[in-house]
């Protein structure tokens, strides 16, 4: 027995150390080529790309299409499994690589076709594009057939990584697509809940247009949130949701006039918050192409050849969601008598079934979309109602390739805002400065045009008197040019009012706290530096909850006689207004405001919908403070005997937080606890041991939702930015995980470090360290 013990163990051995050569040997063999010469069919002139000590790198070349597909080459060499991914999640193609953990979000996916949608766009592309995404895809599979090894990912996941296509770089855009908007008119089915529960006025109530904190460039107001007289009796809540707020949006951007900067030049900040993972979303890069004056340094993303935002010596520009409505629910009406009929004004019309192919590892499926004239059947609504869904994603425009190039190398803000009215991107606000001093702001991409309705709520078009009408033309979206006082700030809230509100739509905007503090400090001083602009990018002071410190202290003070309610008085009187980790009073209210959002959202709702995380969103704010300020009796949340039960119970979800999560110490309920930054690799908490390779130190980061500097676990800043086009070289740079996806990289995680520190880093890569020419 002895014997066969012996003999079994070094077999195991055995195995282990062949298991261990051959990760070693998919991770060593899979670094990134740093240096040498590669001979490359298909390049006009050779091109030259020089990496600094982080790995970012500078690409000369003798025209653009070169620079794209060195573009790709290096992207295919750095983050391949990355960019697998994205187009993955567009296409609904997660669950052949990852299996059944990804098949709900692959049947989401799947109704929107985005694969054949890539094709058409493809197909339909001027000549010049699509000469761009041939050259791109071509460094692509250059760069991927020039690594040793498949990236270790593929080796862990049993896979083999599959050649990229010219569709692919469309895919990846619309992946930005899902991750900044919503596959599901997710509001609009929130709003029909509501309505069956409580009627139009518990819609309107839970769901207003306008919040007490909203903070507009052109100063416009629009009404507060209106208290309903009454309820329609409601059935009490089948369950009480546990967690009320998701993930909130929490990109920046703004600008100051070239009069109010230190280089005379406009100055431009940009801090686009997203997922942050191993590696980071971005890849940053410089591109030289000096035969068409092209000098642009910024992020690119893994998956498409354009600069997406940057400075190129004439302009700088920057993003953040504008959550402008970019989709309608469409009721789809049955015909009485004909069985898989529906309205539309042009008559009955059959629904169409499309099958697509769909496969969980190498088990392939048939998968059946039900498709109408004006999008696919994405969901039943609270009554009952078949949804059909109109989203500016599936139309042909939805993805542009020649703007993105264009913007990259445009001169003037003037020129910046024509080429974002015909942009083909996930519709965003654009900020953008030039070197003569000149800022503007205006959306980027397609915006509906609407007739007949407001799209706040499911309707019916198949009468025709509802519906879109194309788009708008440039002349018709909203524009702010050099505003007198030479600031414009966007924080995904709303930006205008009015008649350009109207045209705009809400798709759920932020409530304005963000953008009020970069209001206020913007207008605290009248001179900026890059350095300045880092400090309001930090910035953790929340006036969002600010008012939640009033009102909590006022109904603790009141109740004083409980010692654990009256021990939360001292430190949330003490409370700074910033959400630093060692706060105590911050974390305390913050978990008050949440328990009641909660509480109040769960009871009025009746428990959590099949198609979304939550009912919330960000404009419940000013719900809530309507509702605590007036605590009329006849809106009391189901199931609350009044409204003072209502805080009680809020209060008691807070001390008994404290009592479970850091055993009745106050001193111990720290915001630090609950902020870890939180960055993981994407298979770290599945395969055991791999996020010591891959993974950062953890440590808990200051902000939240609702500040500057929003930051949640797994949640952030996704780049930062400050600089002023022309004096690139006194610009700021920060981005979380590093440029390689590979953890053997000599540059690993490499500027990680200054993203949670906040310390300033250059915008501009530094010293060469690596050079590696290709040549024809």
Request: some cysteine; charged content about 20%; overall charge positive.
């Amino acid at each position: 027995m002895r014997r066969v013990a012996l003999i079994v163990a070094a077999v195991v051995a055995v195995l282990l150390a062949v298991a261990a050569g051959l990760f070693a040997w998919h991770l060593y063999g899979a670094r990134p080529r740093l240096e040498g010469e590669v001979r490359v069919a298909g390049l006009s002139a050779p091109v030259t790309i020089v990496r600094d000590a982080a790995g970012v790198p500078t690409i000369t070349a003798a025209t653009r299409a070169d620079a794209g597909f060195a573009l790709g080459y290096l992207h295919a060499q750095e983050r391949f499994f990355e960019m697998d991914g994205l187009r993955r999640a567009a296409a609904g193609e997660l669950s052949a690589l990852f299996g059944p953990a990804t098949a709900a979000a692959d049947r989401r996916v799947l109704l929107h076709r985005f694969r054949s949608r890539a094709r058409a766009i493809v197909a339909a592309a001027t000549p010049g594009e699509r000469a761009m995404l041939a050259r791109y895809a071509a460094g692509v599979n250059w760069g991927l057939d020039d690594l040793a090894a498949t990236p270790f990912e593929y080796l862990l996941l049993r896979a083999t990584p599959v050649r990229w296509r010219p569709e692919d770089t469309v895919l990846a855009v619309f992946a930005m697509y899902i991750d900044l908007q919503s596959t599901v008119p997710r509001i609009e089915l929130f709003r029909a809940t509501a309505e069956r529960r409580g009627g139009r006025g518990l819609a309107d109530l839970l769901y207003p247009s306008a919040t007490p904190l909203d903070t507009p460039i052109d100063g416009s107001t629009l009404p507060p949130v209106a208290l309903p007289a009454r309820l329609v009796p409601q059935r009490a809540p089948a369950a009480i949701p546990a967690a009320a707020e998701a993930a909130v949006p929490g990109s920046n951007n703004w600008a100051v006039a070239g009069r109010l900067s230190t280089s005379g030049g406009a100055l431009v900040a940009n801090d686009m918050h997203l997922a942050i993972r191993v590696p980071g979303i971005w890849y940053r890069a410089r591109i030289r192409v000096p035969a068409a004056g092209l000098d642009v340094t910024g992020v690119t993303l893994p998956g498409n050849p354009t600069m997406v935002a940057g400075s190129n010596g004439r302009i700088a520009w920057g993003f953040t969601n504008s959550y402008i409505d970019t989709s309608d629910a469409v009721v789809v009406e049955p015909v009485a008598g004909r069985p898989g009929y529906y309205r539309t004004p042009q008559g009955p019309r059959p629904i169409q079934r499309v099958a697509q192919s769909w496969c969980v590892h190498a088990d392939c499926r048939r998968f059946t979309i039900d498709e109408t004239i004006w999008g696919p059947i994405v969901a039943h609504d609270a009554f009952g109602r078949r949804i059909a869904m109109r989203w500016t994603a599936h139309d042909p425009g939805a993805v542009r390739l020649a703007p993105a190039f264009a913007l990259e190398a445009a001169g003037s803000v003037a020129e910046a805002l024509q080429i974002a009215h015909r942009s083909g991107i996930p519709q965003q606000n654009l900020v953008v400065g030039d070197r003569s001093g000149a800022i503007g702001w205006t959306i980027a991409g397609q915006v509906p045009r609407r007739f007949g309705f407001d799209g706040r709520d499911a309707t019916s078009w198949a009468d025709g008197r509802r519906g879109w009408r194309g788009h708008l033309d440039a002349g018709e979206v909203p524009t702010i040019v050099n505003p007198p006082a030479g600031r414009l700030w966007t924080a995904n809230a709303r930006v205008v009012g009015g008649a350009e509100y109207a045209r705009l739509g809400d798709g759920g905007y932020d409530t304005g706290s963000r953008a009020g503090r970069i209001r206020e400090r913007l207008f605290a001083a009248d001179r900026f530096g890059p350095r300045d602009f880092l400090a309001i990018q930090l910035d953790t002071t929340s006036l969002r909850n600010r008012w939640w410190q009033r009102l909590m202290l006022g109904e603790l003070r009141a109740r004083a006689s409980d010692p654990r309610l009256a021990a939360m008085i001292a430190p949330i009187a003490a409370w700074d207004g910033r959400a630093e980790t060692a706060s105590v009073g911050y974390r305390l209210i913050a978990r008050f405001r949440r328990a009641a959002l909660g509480d109040a959202y769960g009871r009025y709702m009746g428990g959590k919908p099949p198609f979304a995380a939550d009912y919330t969103i960000p404009a419940a704010e000013g719900t809530l403070r309507a509702l605590l300020t007036a605590r009329p009796a006849a809106l009391v949340p189901p199931g609350r005997r009044d409204w003072a039960g209502f805080v009680d119970a809020a209060l008691r979800n807070v001390a008994e937080a404290v009592t479970a999560d850091a055993g009745g110490d106050l001193d111990a309920f720290t915001w630090g606890v609950v902020s870890p930054a939180d960055v993981h690799h994407p298979l770290a908490r599945s395969v055991p041991g791999l996020g010591w390779l891959t993974d950062p130190a953890d440590q808990a980061m200051p902000g939240d939702s609702g500040v500057v500097r929003a930051q949640g676990p797994g949640f952030g800043a996704s780049e930062r930015f400050a600089v002023s086009p022309g004096h690139e070289a006194e610009g700021l740079f920060h981005m979380p995980s590093g440029q390689s996806g590979n953890p053997v990289s000599p540059y690993y995680l490499s500027g990680h470090r200054d993203w949670v520190e906040g310390r300033a880093a250059p915008f501009l890569p530094a010293a060469g360290r690596w050079t590696l020419r290709m040549v024809p």
